[in-house]
């Protein structure tokens, strides 16, 4: 009776260090773990102790027996994985994965580190800092609440993987933490102020910028990102207010990344449905006088390549109030690949006009957004895949055909922006380092005291679970210069950091006041039957702050 991992896998790897006879894989230290679309179980070699169910923070394995419907693809996918010869894979491996290595600090170390960002890289680095006796962190963010792509970027209808905000809460728990949120570096305090208050800063900002198509018209009004999208309808507070028009029938989305696929599920999803779980009050409004029926989702490449996983496929392929057609590829001349044989098996419903349908068109690629005042449509090409010395080159070979539809989505890959005061490496979009330590120029030397993780750290690659051992590095060089005296105390003090910040007008939030926020959230869900209903205006959030009796400042 194998325990098999599901859809939710968020990659965190608690389950392998926790697995008595290693059969989860790929390892942290194991090659093709930081693009691993989830982690596998060999049914093989599994004894069904369940540890590995107690240490997944969204819930995402089971034994065989209690899979549902839903889950049953992914017995055969675990099976695959380690069925099929997997490079980098064949060695001997051991009985149980090792766990990896912490620096610890000398007894007696006191330790200030501010760690800027909100979201999993920046409390999995807390939690790593925090392992250590004598360690206090201010966890600092622009928004009034945090857990960054956890709460503002994870698909309402994928309350699993939000479940990860048990971990996020325990971590929150532990002596020693405290939040500043509603602090912006660069507007309320610079880096040099950060690092004069505190021994250690460590910037876990994400990359929050979408990358541009580069074609004529993709700034008309109609066209928008989809980080942006994604904010709106998850109740980010900067993105209230966005302009969305689903007064047509048809939608178009660039790009099929995971991110691609949750846009184009939440547009034909129903918003009954959808008012059931954590989304934004004013998306659930809406998308309730939406006239899309059809969305389409362009990707340059065929269904192999594409950038959506597995996981995220199959989960989309099994909604039966969802039709789902593939174009531009016929699927039974390409040779087999799980993304493959998912669309192969998926896609063969008939189709019913009553329901919503999204529209896999392959082999696509933008030219222009058409449109004078508003979008009207989009012109695509068809691709063919070619190769110059060696070299995979992708051609645009025709012909071109529009596309009319009033609503343009790009989601075509993120990237960081320049953060003040800190070095930015213009072309890999990150924040330049060696393995977590901030250096001034790509090959430069570090900069002492300043530290990187995540996506600012490695760019946009990965998923939830690998900021934890990317951030387990960071924190273990860290220590390191620490341990060896390279980080000279802070002259000045917590408290004075916070004199700072009230001099300059902030209204930071801490734990207690998150906490206030999160129990109002959760207790206006359940009068709705919802997980929570979150407030997305800042003065809601000071309000709900605010009028709480008795509060104090937790430190």
């Given amino acids: 009776m194998p325990h098999v991992v599901t859809q939710a896998c968020c990659g965190d790897a608690s389950c392998v260090f926790a697995c008595p006879v290693n059969c989860i894989h790929p390892t942290p230290d194991e090659p093709g773990f930081a693009t691993a679309e989830m982690v596998y179980i060999d049914p093989d070699t599994c004894v069904d102790c369940g540890a590995c169910v107690k240490a997944c923070p969204v819930g995402a394995i089971k034994p065989h027996t209690k899979l549902g419907d839903d889950d049953l693809p992914f017995l055969e996918l675990n099976r695959l994985f380690h069925a099929e010869d997997q490079p980098g894979l064949t060695t001997p491996r051991p009985s149980q994965a090792p766990v990896p290595p912490v620096v610890r600090l000398p007894r007696g170390t006191r330790l200030r580190v501010a760690v800027v960002g909100s979201g999993p890289a920046g409390l999995y680095t807390a939690d790593e800092l925090l392992k250590q006796d004598g360690v206090e962190v201010t966890v600092i963010d622009r928004l009034p609440v945090p857990h960054g792509l956890v709460r503002a970027g994870v698909a309402p209808d994928h309350q699993e993987t939000k479940g990860i905000d048990r971990l996020l809460r325990q971590i929150e728990d532990q002596p020693g933490f405290d939040y500043r949120l509603g602090v912006e570096v660069g507007r309320d305090v610079t880096h040099d102020e950060l690092a004069a208050h505190h021994d250690a800063v460590v910037y876990a900002t994400g990359a929050s910028t979408d990358r541009r198509l580069g074609i004529v018209g993709e700034d008309l009004p109609g066209s928008e990102t989809a980080t942006r999208f994604v904010g709106w309808y998850n109740g980010d507070p900067g993105r209230v207010g966005l302009d969305v028009d689903l007064s047509g029938e048809r939608a178009v989305v660039v790009g099929n990344g995971n991110v691609a696929l949750d846009v184009a599920r939440i547009l034909a999803t129903d918003p009954d449905r959808l008012a059931t779980t954590d989304i934004a009050d004013h998306a659930v409004e809406v998308l309730r006088t939406s006239a899309v029926r059809e969305v389409v989702v362009l990707g340059r490449r065929g269904p192999a390549e594409a950038a959506f996983t597995v996981p995220e496929i199959v989960g989309l392929l099994q909604r039966d ?179 700072l910040l009230r001099e300059r007008g902030a209204a930071p939030m801490d734990l207690s006041a998150w906490r206030l926020v999160d129990a109002e959230e959760r207790r206006r869900g359940r009068e709705q039957g919802r997980p929570r209903v979150k407030l997305s205006d800042v003065e809601d959030v000071r309000q709900v702050v605010g009028s709480a009796p008795g509060r104090r400042r937790r430190r």
């Fill in 321 to 499: 109030d969802i039709d789902v057609l593939v174009e531009g590829v016929d699927l039974d001349a390409i040779d087999d690949h799980p993304k493959v044989l998912a669309l192969r098996a998926g896609v063969t419903r008939t189709p019913d006009p009553a329901r919503r349908r999204i529209v896999l068109r392959f082999m696509t690629a933008p030219v222009e957004v058409l449109g004078d005042d508003r979008v009207t449509g989009l012109r695509v090409t068809t691709t063919r895949l070619g190769e110059v010395d060696g070299r995979a080159r992708l051609d645009h070979v025709g012909p071109e055909a529009d596309v009319p539809t009033t609503l343009v989505l790009r989601s075509v890959g993120y990237r960081s922006e320049p953060l003040p005061g800190l070095p930015f490496d213009a072309e890999r979009y990150v924040v330049p380092n060696v393995a977590g330590r901030v250096v001034d120029e790509p090959g430069g030397d570090a900069l002492a005291g300043t530290y990187v993780v995540g996506w600012a750290k490695r760019g946009p690659s990965g998923f939830i679970g690998t900021n934890k051992s990317c951030s387990l590095e960071t924190v273990n060089h860290l220590l390191a210069d620490v341990a060896a005296g390279r980080l000279p105390p802070a002259p000045s003090t917590a408290r004075a950091f916070d004199r």
